[in-house]
């Protein structure tokens, strides 16, 4: 199926700017429990009411387009190689309830699973990030009429003690995972003499496509990140790679990461790109177990638990064997 990407750019747009209105005017109500997995994992009435607007509005202009959204997801869906708008309504929702002004509207397209359209937008600061797969990436806001990304001079990346690093603590507070994030911080953040990487400084904002958008412009020079999912990553995606971005996984050598495998690293732009890649691996403090990867892939298969295709896939074998 041919996909006129300018078109679905410029509806998104659109979409995006109504969902913004809906988030400014709306006061935080939780939505039933207020939480999905604990106090840390909250929703909003909100977030279900801008993704039905989003979802009937793409459905009506695009009614042969697949769907996939935070507030409608169930364990299983799995994203094809249809045309797939991904969309999380907002991105930021702990933020959204505490009323600090750092999330978005996060509209993605991707065809054959790769993200292709990207429209992001922050209706708080009114700033509109948008992508279309070989075609640029752009920022519109009260400062800058449609600048293209990165928004400064691109500069050499000698190592990641010249590095801020953006991370997010998710809501997953115990367990393997959360020991392996909190252990890769402190890696980062000691002194070259206790082994560590002394990073210039560590962000930690609450909105993963936002952070994306930080690291396309240039204000961020890594995102490192597991645990998210599909609709965390895929608009951003594409805003960072054609702002001459880096997406990878976030385990060593997974240089070709699928957008639902909730583990990933965004790089900036600049000379020195591979060199930080492979430094940041290095001080990743053991396994992430949720998600998947192309190492991980290969260990599944080669313990005889068959082809993984997603996240829940893997998880599932993972889990049954």
Known sequence: ??????????????????????????????????TKKNSADLVSETDQAVEKMVSTSLKEKYPDFDFMGEETYKEGDKIT????????????????????????????????????????????????????????????????????????????????????VAVEWGAEREGNDYDVKTNTFRKLCLTKEQGGA??????????AELN??????????????????????????????????????????????????RRYMAVRAGEGQKGIIEEMWKCVQGKIEVGFDAVTRAYATAEGYGIVTSAYDHEKRLTNA
């Open 212 to 261: 994306l958008c930080s690291v396309a412009a240039g204000t961020l020079d890594v995102y490192w990140e597991s645990g998210c999912y599909a609709w965390d990553v895929c608009a951003g995606w594409v805003i960072l790679e054609e702002a001459g971005g880096k997406m990878v996984g976030c385990h060593q050598d997974d240089w070709e990461p699928r957008v639902e495998q």
């Open 1 to 34: 199926m041919a996909v006129d990407l300018q078109g679905v750019h410029d509806f998104l747009i659109e979409i995006a700017h109504k969902a913004g209105d809906m988030i400014i005017n709306a006061k935080p109500v939780a939505a039933g429990s207020g």
């Open 81 to 164: 190689d249809s045309p797939t708008f991904i969309v999380d309504p907002i991105d930021g929702t702990t933020n959204f309830f505490h009323g600090h002004p750092y999330l978005c509207v996060s509209l993605g397209l991707a065809v054959e699973q790769k993200p292709v359209v990207g429209v992001i937008y922050n209706p708080f600061t009114k700033s509109l990030y948008t992508g279309i797969k070989g075609k640029g990436s752009f920022l519109t806001d009260p400062f800058h009429e449609k600048v293209r990304l990165p928004l400064r001079e691109v500069e050499p990346m000698h190592d990641l003690s010249t590095c801020v």
């Open 198 to 207: 002394m990073v210039h400084g560590i962000r930690s904002l609450g909105s």
